[in-house]
């Protein structure tokens, strides 16, 4: 019988024999590889496959005027999915070996295209949002900064996974929701209350994972970073610091929803009490909780759809289907945050319910 450990130890085999000894046996033959951008100057032929995909001999020149004739299918042998066109810029990897140099596509440029995506984008939520559009969007930078200038770097450098995410979580829920709703009371009671929902999400997270035995090295990404950086040796917390992150936004829109709800609903009666209150918010936020449950199993089951397929295709039942650990990271992934999810609805409501302008008293 295979166990999961035989499985993670021919991984290691495999890795170690097939990426890293090849290095210096290249090294030592003689071969030498680079990676160059070049233009398409011309498509010699296409060739339409099953599945909506191609395969393209084109003629290639870089900035430096070395021309190249280019087979796709050396280097993509199931076919291109993507459209290759006169002009497009790709980049090329050359390698050079005794009897010349072999060129293979490497991939296509996409940068403009993710920038004219980028301004789509921004265009779009300036136009709608005004005012409120232009503060999220100074908050997503200010995420983004976080993210990338402390959280990331403080994870690679061996801080706690965990710990690191919950500091950074808890700074861009209070950086981001203040910006874009306002620095108001209700708006801090708000975000008392995701943190409250960021503490379940920890505890879901951590009996989960215990719950399903998992190791954080199911995904090849997992089992790399295990391996390639010494500092990080907690797989299972990174798993769990991308739960944790993962569920961060969803916790803000709960709690600014049902805080606007019992605003609005303390507007229109300005004598309802705090009980009233509370019971037509959650009223309100019981559909709330109904759409969101069912949009967040959509979206975690459309970002993992090809690993769903393939081990639908590969195991016969269903059960066999939830033993693979992939699977079960993403059954993890999905209900760890949308149980802190549905209990932040009652948690939120009660938080928006302080407001010092409701009555603690029935009405007389």
């Known amino acids: 019988m295979v166990t999961k450990t035989n499985k993670k130890f021919a991984f290691v085999l495999f890795f170690f024999f097939c990426v890293v000894m090849p290095a210096p046996v290249l090294g030592q033959e003689g071969f030498t590889a680079r990676e160059a951008e070049a233009t398409i100057i011309e498509i010699l032929s296409v060739e339409d496959l099953e599945g909506g995909v191609r395969q393209y001999i084109f003629k290639a020149q870089t900035p430096y005027g070395e021309e190249f004739l280019v087979e796709t299918a050396d280097s993509f042998v199931s076919g291109v999915g993507f459209e290759l066109k006169t002009g497009d810029k790709v980049y090329l990897r050359m390698i050079e070996v005794e009897d010349g140099i072999e060129v293979y596509l490497d991939d296509v440029k996409r940068q403009t295209g993710v920038w004219w995506i980028i301004g789509f984008f921004v265009l779009i939520t300036l ?40 500091v950074a979580s808890a700074i861009i829920l209070g950086v981001n929701m203040h910006l874009s709703h306002g620095f108001k009371r209700q708006t801090f009671f708000a975000y008392l209350s995701t943190l409250g929902g960021l503490g379940l999400v920890l505890v879901f997270t951590d009996v989960f994972l215990n719950v399903a035995r998992l190791s954080g090295l199911a995904s090849e990404e997992g089992a790399l970073l295990f391996w390639e950086l010494d500092p990080v040796q907690i797989p299972v917390g990174i798993l769990a610091a991308g739960l944790i992150l993962g569920a961060v936004g969803v916790l803000d829109d709960i ?86 999810l549905v209990l932040l609805v009652p948690l939120s409501t009660w938080f928006a319910t302080l407001n010092p302008r409701v009555r603690d008293h029935e009405k007389t």
Do not use: W
């Not at 136009?127 to 402390?150: E, K, P, Q, Y």
């Not at 979206?299 to 639908?312: D, K, S, W």
């Open 127 to 166: 136009a709608i949002g005004l005012l409120r559009g232009l503060l999220s969007l100074l908050g997503l930078g200010i995420t983004i900064v976080i993210l990338i200038g402390g959280l990331f770097p403080a994870i690679l450098a061996g801080n706690d996974p965990v710990l690191a995410t919950v």
């Open 255 to 340: 709690a600014i929803t049902q805080s606007e709800i019992v605003s609005e609903l303390l507007l229109a009666n300005p004598h309802t009490t705090r009980k009233e209150l509370f019971t037509k918010a959650m009223r309100i936020g019981r559909h709330h909780i109904a759409s969101a449950v069912n949009t967040l199993i959509l979206v975690y089951a459309g970002a993992a759809l090809p690993a769903f397929l393939l081990f639908m295709n590969q195991f016969g039942g269903y059960q066999e289907f939830l033993q693979n650990e992939i699977v079960a990271e993403e059954v993890v992934r999905t209900l760890a945050g949308t149980c802190a």
